[in-house]
T-cell receptor, first 113, second 115 residues
Framework: AQSVTQLDSQVPVFEEAPVELRCNYSSSVSVYLFWYVQYPNQGLQLLLKYLSGSTLVKGINGFEAEFNKSQTSFHLRKPSVHISDTAEYFCAVSYNQGGKLIFGQGTELSVKP | ETGVTQSPTHLIKTRGQQVTLRCSSQSGHNTVSWYQQALGQGPQFIFQYYREEENGRGNFPPRFSGLQFPNYSSELNVNALELDDSALYLC??????????????FGEGSRLTVL
């Protein structure tokens, strides 16, 4: 069965420190990969996506992610976080464009001053 | 450009009741998907509608049903509510079939509490 695993449920970090949120997926076929952010009491907002091409993907708010096919990973990184980055982050995979997304359980990023 | 809008934002029901949630898709989007997000969990796919027909369904019982209208807006209906149906219900639209880049655009959700 297809699945997405976010390896950390909570990641506390100090402001201006770097952060990496880890995501692994299980699939034997080509996939499309996404990271979404959810602020409290809001819906999901797309941070970035990998459809094809360069394995390093840059998104909004200074986030980037690297697609690693051999390790079936799509880790999200930011070199310097802000208090405003505090939110829940979801990794998701899709097997066709515009099709259903399979989400991970989420990682709660907590940025402390 | 108007984004995805959902109504109501919050509602409380009791076990056994029925509920209808509504979603207006983003302008130009012909596909609507519904997701259930239980507290502390990632969203789970319920179903997708494309041109008024169901176009994929997740592992949800038949008491979860939907509709899509000619203007691409959509409804999610849940019959015989159970306590475990308490969740945030998210609607997402996308321009399937128009060469879109695979992104889903989400509304802010309808939070359902079943007592």
């Amino acid at each position: 069965a297809q699945s997405v695993t976010q390896l950390d449920s909570q990641v506390p970090v100090f402001e201006e420190a770097p952060v990496e949120l880890r995501c692994n997926y299980s699939s034997s076929v080509s996939v499309y990969l996404f990271w979404y952010v959810q602020y409290p009491n809001q819906g999901l907002q797309l941070l970035l996506k990998y459809l094809s091409g360069s394995t390093l993907v840059k998104g909004i708010n200074g986030f980037e992610a690297e697609f690693n096919k051999s390790q079936t990973s799509f880790h999200l990184r930011k070199p310097s976080v802000h208090i405003s980055d505090t939110a829940e982050y979801f990794c998701a995979v899709s097997y066709n464009q515009g099709g259903k997304l399979i989400f991970g359980q989420g990682t709660e990023l907590s940025v402390k001053p | 450009e108007t984004g995805v809008t959902q109504s109501p934002t919050h509602l409380i029901k009791t076990r056994g009741q029925q509920v209808t949630l509504r979603c207006s898709s983003q302008s130009g989007h012909n596909t609507v998907s519904w997701y259930q997000q239980a507290l502390g969990q990632g969203p789970q796919f319920i179903f997708q509608y494309y041109r008024e027909e169901e176009n994929g369904r997740g592992n949800f019982p038949p008491r979860f049903s939907g509709l899509q209208f000619p203007n691409y807006s959509s409804e999610l209906n849940v019959n015989a509510l159970e306590l475990d149906d308490s969740a945030l219900y998210l609607c997402a639209s996308s321009p399937l079939g128009s060469g879109g880049a695979g992104e889903l655009f989400f509304g802010e959700g309808s939070r359902l509490t079943v007592l």
